[in-house]
């Protein structure tokens, strides 16, 4: 457990709404970069230099995607070349790699979302919601990959049967369907065990609560304050107009006020945060065992 | 004062004509462990789910149940879920959520505790079940004896005063299932848990039983104190074969004596009623055919790339016409040396040879037709229809040594572990193979479905069928095979013809054999124990 994750999960989900949520809904393209560049560094700082798996796809579909825009629309008042008659502009080009600087971002964000809540993370949160809910999230995360195993048992046993005469994909899929229905005759009959064992744990003799072993302590309380103040200011300057931009037809953006200068710093933090948390928490250990 | 009185209770069944349960009275006092036996069909679960009202059978009774000295059906419904606990015997089925500790709290979340009481008792529970290591795990995570002990724990954490347990270790291997009992013989004389437990593997529960309950056709047989029914169970056809080997050495006897109960016991019954002036009973040395039906030579396996070996230079091979079993602990290979046998894992190297031809050369399922059958460990995932007449039908069935037509309009999954296993058997012998492989066959078997599984087994021997068996029942393994090999980490490490296989290990063999070591020779069966005992009686 260290940085992000060592938090409650609602502060960690409060700290992901803020930093992915603004990141959503601006097109100011130094709130997108400022985005970018959190979401990757908390990124590598999570899976590490190496850990590349994954990270390539998403770099080659920032490409593609900025790429697109300038060849489909064509607004804008600077051409910068003409392809199959139609003009290639500046502000088409520039749109472009914003819009997909904002979805790449945010996608980075979700990588590190999914990473750090864990199933029964999400269940906690759930579990604030609707207790009921979570008993059901919890059980299909027991069940999807159980009824996965189980078609794999029985389409070996079946195999070994002979249940497929050849060598051929007519008779893999005849096959397949014997042992789906195989599979949801099985999954209906064992159910009544599972149906039993939790009336006789008491299921439904009275209300519900639902158990996590997570507190919010005060590092909580403190973390999710901070999220929502650094939020907050970044919604002022948008609100506000101090971070206007428009791209079309020419690029304009509202001139640097002190409110502007303090929204970037402000979401400069929040995109940063969790990277420092996390190497915080690194260079901590590093310190702790050099002195032992 | 008893804490669990039932005074003449008979039940029926919805839609049933004859009585499940006829008239049936005992009582139970706090801290007591009582053991049910009786044949299939007897009633145990039926009577062991009427002390729940929560899961109670559908159907009519008359007659009492007291619990704490109030009917059972008053009982407001918290006591009721808390206060009697139950455990069946799917391990797997039993559990409902995704992560240990949620499974733990389950049931206090049910009762609506909050947080901070569930998470004092859900950490004593761990705690005294030494689940620190797998709280954090998946359950699908965790071994069959891991996931039935998480089953016992999830439902002691609701402090019952009662936990009734039917069959808990039926589906467990030998050495999970004594962990398990002496859990809840732990838990019986640490908290005074009264228990009720169903069992068919009396070995290692008899010994721990204060009292004996036995049904035969719903009526009471018996229920008195373990070693008094003991001795009444020793000689009646019906409960025998499920006793403990000394027990049941002594049945065979009409000695004057305490009734023995472990293999210490055993032993010093043998010592007192017996010379050992005749050590050993004269035997044919066992030859077989030169005919390979299987081999195995440097075969490595594994399951996934940056994972450890799960076969390793594993060779050995089986001949025509033998029964050879397989035995060895959890994670051994065994189930995959099978499954590597009938192609449905390819290992990386090494070969594997069918009746002298390679695996590979079995083109177009060729294998699995008139020559390769494998008998999985789940029986059920071999069922593919609603009735047993649809499962079998085209399945020749003139040739079987054993007779399904009575249940044949039942629903296959609602026919016994042992009805099961031989509906299974049926359609696996339906390709006519000269080769059966069998994994874990008698599983959840009790002991008179085992011995004749072992007789039809044998029958089909004599067919010209070569048997291959896996299991953990070193029992099954003494009264049916020819030649055994112990796995060990994906190696067969010694391989030898049965005789000489028991008489040679000292942990893995027969409780005879432990019993008789030292005393007499190679003596590692029933039968054998009991013509030398009658050789040297005093």
Redesign the interface.
């Known amino acids: 457990m260290q940085g992000l994750a060592f938090y409650n999960p609602i502060a960690a989900a409060v700290y992901f709404i803020c930093a992915a949520g603004v990141a959503m809904f601006t097109m100011n393209p130094l709130l997108l970069a400022l985005s970018c560049a959190g979401a990757l560094s908390f990124d590598i700082a999570l899976r590490g230099l190496r850990g590349r798996q994954g990270r390539l796809p998403l770099f080659i579909l920032f490409a593609v995607m900025a790429l697109i825009n300038p060849l489909t629309h064509h607004n804008g008042a600077t051409v910068l070349f003409v392809m199959n008659d139609n003009p290639v502009t500046l502000e088409a080009f520039i749109y472009g790699l914003n819009a997909s600087a904002m979805i790449i971002g945010v996608l980075f964000w979700f990588r590190s979302f999914s990473r750090i809540m864990t199933?029964?993370r999400l269940?906690y949160l759930f579990g604030r919601l609707s207790?009921k809910a979570a008993?059901i999230l919890?059980?299909a995360?027991?069940y999807v990959?159980?009824f996965g195993?189980?078609a794999k048992?029985?389409n070996?046993?079946?195999?070994?049967?002979?249940l497929?005469?050849?060598?051929n994909a007519i008779d893999a899929l005849r096959g397949g369907l014997?042992v789906f229905?195989?599979l949801v005759?099985?999954a209906l009959?064992?159910g009544i065990?599972?149906a039993?064992?939790?009336?006789?744990?008491?299921?439904?003799?009275?209300?519900?609560?639902?158990?996590?072993?997570f507190r919010f302590g005060r590092a909580d309380a403190c973390l999710t304050l901070l999220c929502v103040l650094l939020a907050g200011a970044v919604c002022a300057g948008l609100a506000s107009g101090a971070l206007a931009f428009r791209y079309y037809p020419r690029i304009v953006s509202a001139p640097l006020s002190p409110l502007a200068c303090v929204s970037y710093a402000a979401y400069a933090c929040l995109a940063a945060l969790p990277t420092i948390l996390e190497i915080g928490e690194s260079l901590k250990w590093r310190c702790l065992k050099s002195k032992t | 004062m008893a804490l669990l009185e039932i005074e003449n209770l008979t039940f029926t069944y919805n839609a049933a004509h004859t009585n499940a349960l006829e008239n049936i009275s005992f009582s139970v006092g706090r801290g007591e462990f009582v053991c049910v036996c009786g044949p299939t069909g007897s009633g145990k679960t039926t009577l062991i789910r009427l002390l729940k009202r929560e899961i109670s059978p559908a159907g009519s009774y008359s007659g009492r149940i007291l619990f704490d000295g109030q009917d059972i059906r008053q009982i407001d419904e918290r006591t009721a879920a808390a206060k009697i606990g139950y455990v069946c015997q799917k391990p797997e089925q039993q559990i409902v959520c995704d992560k240990v500790w949620h499974e733990l709290a389950f049931g206090l979340e049910n009762l609506g505790l909050p947080n901070e009481a569930i998470r004092r008792r859900v950490s004593e529970m761990a705690c005294y079940f030494g689940m620190e290591d797998m709280f954090d795990k998946r359950t699908d995570e965790l071994s069959g004896g891991q996931k039935q002990l998480l089953n016992l724990a999830s439902v002691m954490i609701m402090q019952p005063d009662v936990l009734l347990l039917d069959e808990p270790t039926a589906q467990l291997d030998p050495i999970a299932a004594a962990e398990f009992i002496s859990t809840v013989h732990r838990l019986k004389t640490e908290l005074s848990l009264t228990v009720i437990m169903i069992e068919h593997r009396l070995e290692d529960a008899l010994p721990l039983s204060d009292k004996v309950l036995a049904l035969e056709n719903g009526r009471l047989k018996l229920f008195g104190p373990a070693r008094a029914a003991a001795a009444e169970l020793a000689v009646s056809p019906a409960f025998r074969d499920a006793l403990p080997s000394a027990l049941r050495l002594w049945g065979r006897f009409d000695i004057k004596s305490e009734p023995p109960f472990t293999v210490g016991e055993g032993r010093a019954f043998i010592e007192s009623s017996f010379s050992n002036r005749v050590r050993a009973l004269t035997r044919e040395a066992y030859s077989h055919s030169d005919a390979p039906a299987l081999e195995f030579k440097n075969v490595y396996f594994r399951y996934d790339r940056n994972g450890a070996d799960a076969l390793k230079n594993l060779s050995f091979t089986v001949y025509e016409g033998e029964i050879f079993c397989i035995l060895g602990g959890n994670g051994s290979g065994k189930s995959t040396c099978l499954s590597a046998a009938s192609a449905l894992v390819k290992p990386y190297a090494g070969q594997i040879r069918v009746f002298g031809k390679k695996l590979k050369d079995y083109k177009n399922q060729t294998l699995y037709r008139n020559c390769l059958s494998l008998l999985p460990q789940d029986a059920q995932t071999l069922f593919l229809h609603n009735t047993l007449r649809e499962e079998l039908d085209g399945v020749d069935t003139q040739d079987l040594p054993f007779d399904l037509t009575p249940y044949y309009s039942q629903h296959p999954y609602d026919l016994s572990g042992g009805q099961q296993q031989l509906a299974a058997l049926a359609k696996v012998l339906d390709t006519k193979p000269r080769l059966l492989l069998l994994d874990e066959p008698t599983k959840g078997l009790d002991a008179r479905a085992k011995h004749e599984f072992v007789r039809i087994i044998k029958a089909l021997r004599s067919h010209g069928v070569s048997v291959v068996c896996v299991t953990h029942d070193v029992e099954l393994a003494c009264l049916m095979a020819d030649r055994c090999a112990m796995f060990f980490r994906g190696e067969a490490v010694s391989c030898a013809p049965a005789a000489g296989f028991f008489a040679d290990s000292s942990f893995y063999t027969t409780a005879i054999s432990r019993m008789t070591r030292g005393y007499y020779e190679g003596v590692s069966t029933l039968d054998e124990a009991e013509r030398i005992c009658r050789l040297n009686v005093k």
Request: proline residues 6%; positive net charge; aromatic residues 8%.
């Open positions: 199933s029964d269940l207790p008993l919890s059980m995360l027991r990959p159980l195993r189980q048992r029985i070996s046993a079946q195999k070994a049967l002979g497929y005469k050849d060598d014997h229905s195989a005759t099985w009959e064992n065990t599972t039993d064992s939790m009336s006789a744990r008491g299921y439904g003799v009275s209300r519900r609560t639902s158990y996590a072993p």
